[in-house]
Structure formats: C-alpha cells, structure tokens
C-alpha cells in the first residue's frame, strides 16, 4: 500500500476530531442535531485550519442516517459510502480551475437533479473567491433559491473578494488560527501513533513555523520524520532551512552594535548553509516582532510561541533595545519583501543588513526621523550641561582638578604640555612620540549613532597617539568649547574610541605650531599661547 501524508491519514473524520475550532463545531452539530440546517454555508480562515476537512463532515452528517449527537456515526451506508469516495450525491469543485460562467452553467443543471441515493445533494466550492465576476452572477439565484434538497458549502481564504451579494446568502463561520499549544498536542499525539519522538521545543518550532495552521505543521512533521526518528530542534531547523534562533540572537547583536562586518560575514556564513534569505527575512522580522511585544508587554503569557529558553534570550537582548531602534528595524525588515520577491536575495538581504547597522544609509522616512530624534536628545542633552564661565576658566579649572587627584599626573589632561609650551619649531607629528591614529575613521563612524553632534563638529578632523593622550585636530572651532560644557561629549569620543581601540585615553584637542615664529617674535610667541587657550 501506498505511503498517505500524514495531514492525509490523520484528517478529521468527525468534528469531535477538528482542532481548535470548537466555536465552529459545536454551532454545527447543534444545527444538525436540531434539523435547523441552512442551504448555504460559507466557511472562511487562513489556510490548513480546517474549513475543507469540517465542509466534508458536514457533507457526512447531513447524509447520516444515525447521528450521534450531531457528529456521523461513520458506521450506516451513506457514511460508508463517503468513505470509499462512492458518494456522487457530494460533489466537489475547485473554482480555482474551474472558474468560468459556463461551469456554474453546468452546476446550475445538476442542481435540479434529485440525489440518487442520499438525503441531500452537496456542492463543496472550494476557493470559491477565484470565480469570475459573471460566475458569480450566474450563481447568485441558485445559491438565493435553491431546491430543498441542495445545500452549498463555499469555502475560501479571501473572503474580503466575495461580493457582499455572495455573502448576504450564506451562514458565514470564521476558522481562527489553531492557538500553538493545540498544535503541539496534536504533534504529539500523531507522533506516538507513528512511533516517533519529538521534543517539546522541537514541537514548538513546528507549532511557530506553521502560523496557525495543523495542515502546514503535520507537513513539516511529515518531513522531519524522513530525516529522523527522533525528531530535535536541529532536525527541524534543517528540514525548514531556518536560520535557528542562535543565529537570529547573533545577527541582532551584530546590528545592535553597528557591526556591519560582523553581520556581513554571518550572513554568508547561513548562505552557504542553503538557508534561504526569504525565510530568513520572515524569521528575523518574526524575532523583532518579539523583542518588540518582550519590550512593550508585561504579561507574563506573552502573545509569543517559543520554548522557555528562547524567551530568556528574547527578554536578555530587549534590554539591549530602545522601543524605537525595534520599530525603526522592523519598518525596514517589512519594507525590504517586495524587493525580495523580484530582486537577487542575497544582495538584497546583505543591502537590508548593512541599512540596519547604519541608518545613514537609509533615504526612507522613518530612517530620518530616528536620525532626527537622535540629533534632538543630543541637542537636549548638551542644553543640561552647565554653562562654563570662560573656555580658559573651564579648563583651567579640569586641570586643577586632575592635578588634587593625581599629583604625579601630567601637567594636563585636556590640553598637553606642546599646546601650552612656546613653540620654537613645527612639531613634527612623524616623531616618535606622536603617532597618526590610522582607525579614526571608524571612530567617527560610531559616533553617527552614539553622538550625531560631536560627529558632525569632528568633519575633516584628524587624531595621534601620544602616550596615554588622544589627540585631536579638528578645524571646527566649536569642538573646544563643546568638550568644556561637560562630560558627556568627551564621554562619547572617549567610550567610541574604547570600542574601536580597546584602550581608555585621555583626551586634548592637538595644536600644530606653525616654524620659528615663536623665536623671531617673542609677542607672537606669547600670543600664540593665549590663542591655545582661546581667549
């Protein structure tokens, strides 16, 4: 005997045996129970939630000649019949293929035919939205008036496509999505039918990746047991060539820290593992959809599907998140799938990526406003800052402070001994003591995101090593004044360049003297020095 799919042999055979659509379900088996059928049902949901699989065992009970409370005993002729497929009193049509005014012609002709050995004649349209608008209309007084012993059943996932005339004719059910734990309860109970082992987490994944819907999940459980008898989370991760959820955490991260690199190479990394970038782009839209609901919802049953380890992931990496940095990722994850559906997926996934770990690249609406309220808390920031009375006061004053702390300290912290000391030549930043700071340019790139304003005062500047100073010439001469309103924009150039150089420095803007001024003229020499402290 032939292998049967698994959604195949286990399809319900009564509506004790749907899952998850009681509301439907009972309504019509009290219907049934009562004899108060209707003539036109229409049976409406998401894909694999059980309309065509109730239409048909509504086509059973209204044919049974024992019910048993509403549901068909599976047992007297007429059932058995339906069983064997030997029923023609049921007829099923695919309006899918099946579309046209001339086919509803010819459905319209075997209505008046009385049932040859049923109760009841019963169409089954499924995908009844793909008819054609004059189908629709030759349909129409059929469905409105049909003879007593014709019962129409439609079903279809598009209902906003049916026109309000279809509709009005019909007793109208909505099949939900199967809540995820009735998903894995059913998994489980297949699988000790078929002598297979799943773990708990492995049947969430399941649960997750079908959206609701027993058909997709019992496909999936299909697949995983051709790979394996003992069904993990590895095996259906590498069945559904999803991304994991460790490879989903690694890539947030990575974006998080504006690591385009790193994301870069992770995203190659999954490429040569033949996951494919569509799924990937749903699943990692998926995971900033629940950092967004970990983020915003206190419940402690989360709308989320997941095993309890995923959710102390999930909660862990939201603290790492700003509710606006999640909502600026998933409008460019949501904008990016039209371009995934026609363009090369790779490129498109890798271009997606690097608009996430630097939002300067993104020209999109939503990319400007975050930029723009960064720039606003900076600017707020800044306007908290007391005011110095003087640039010369302000530093002078760092430099006391730092010398009470440490006397053995420098002479200054700010500004360094050849910004203070006359000059009698050009210092010469290819000494030995000096060094040109090659990794400045990626400084300056993280300071887009940490401070947009001192990164636009430090455009065209320049930075040097000289022992534990970091030493910056910056043509813009706000940058002087703006370090000595406070901490926080030294504070920033400070943390940045630990991030990029892994070395905690001391900060002071460098000073280029200019030649033998200072000896020729000892006026200019003096000047100079007042100069170097602003006034």
């Not at 440490?406 to 203070?420: G, K, R, S």
Request: net charge negative; with cysteine.
């Amino acid at each position: 005997m032939a292998y049967q799919a698994l959604y195949r042999k286990y399809r319900p055979q009564t509506f004790a045996d749907v899952v998850g659509q009681e509301h439907i379900t009972e309504t019509l088996k009290n219907e049934l129970s009562s004899g108060k059928t209707v003539h036109a049902y229409l049976f409406t949901g998401t894909r694999g939630t059980g309309k065509t699989s109730c239409a048909k065992i509504l086509a059973r009970a209204l044919n049974c000649l024992d019910l048993n409370e509403g549901d068909p005993c599976l047992k007297c002729d007429a059932c058995l019949l339906c069983e064997n497929g030997e029923n023609t009193d049921i007829v099923e049509i695919d309006a899918a293929s099946n579309n046209s005014v001339d086919n509803i012609r010819e459905l319209r002709d075997l209505v008046s035919f009385t049932p040859a050995n049923s109760k009841y004649r019963v169409f089954i349209i499924d995908e009844v939205h793909m008819l054609s608008p004059s189908a629709f209309n030759a349909l129409l007084k059929t469905l409105e008036e049909p003879p007593s012993h014709v019962v129409f059943i439609l079903a279809t996932t598009e209902v906003h496509k049916l026109p309000a005339t279809i509709l009005s004719r019909c007793q109208r059910f909505d099949f939900r999505r199967i809540e995820a734990a009735k998903i894995c309860e059913r998994i489980q109970y297949i699988a000790n039918n078929e002598g297979l082992t799943v773990t708990d987490n492995a049947a969430f994944l399941i649960a997750a990746a079908a959206d609701g819907g027993m058909r997709d999940a019992l496909s999936i459980l299909d697949l995983c047991a051709s790979n394996s008898k003992n069904i993990d989370e590895k095996v259906v991760e590498s069945v559904c060539a999803m991304a994991g959820n460790d490879y989903l955490l690694e890539l947030c991260d990575s974006i998080k820290e504006k690591d385009a690199e790193k994301a870069l190479l992770l995203l190659d990394k999954l490429h040569n593992s033949s996951v494919d970038m569509l799924r990937l782009l749903s699943e990692l839209t998926g995971h900033f959809r629940d950092l967004m609901i970990v983020k915003t919802v206190k419940s402690p049953t989360l709308p989320i599907v997941c095993s309890v380890a995923r959710m102390n992931s999930l909660k862990k990496q939201a603290e790492d998140f700003s509710i606006n940095e999640i909502m600026y990722c998933l409008s460019v994850l949501q904008s990016a799938s039209a371009g995934m559906q026609t363009g090369n997926r790779r490129t498109e996934m890798e271009m997606l990526v690097l608009k996430l770990c630097n939002p300067s690249l993104s020209t999109d609406t939503d990319s400007l406003e975050r930029r723009i309220a960064l720039l606003e808390k900076a600017i707020e920031n800044l306007g908290k800052q007391s005011p110095a009375i003087s640039d010369n006061a302000s530093f002078e004053n760092e430099i006391s402070t730092s010398k009470k702390e440490n006397p053995t300290a420098p002479e200054t912290d700010i500004l360094t001994q050849e910004a203070l000391e006359p000059k009698t030549a050009e210092v010469k930043i290819t000494t030995t003591d000096i060094t040109p700071l090659d990794s400045w340019d990626e400084i300056l790139e993280l300071l887009k995101t940490e401070c947009p304003l001192i990164r636009g005062v430090l455009n065209d500047s320049k930075a040097y090593i000289k022992g534990q100073y970091l030493l910056i010439d910056a043509p813009n001469s706000q940058f002087r004044s703006m370090i000595n309103n406070g901490s926080y924009y030294k504070d920033s150039i400070r943390k940045a360049a630990y991030k990029i150089l892994g070395v905690s420095y001391k900060l002071g803007p460098y000073t280029k003297a200019t030649a033998s001024t200072e000896t020729d003229d000892p006026l200019k020499a003096f000047a100079q020095k007042l100069k170097n402290f602003e006034i």
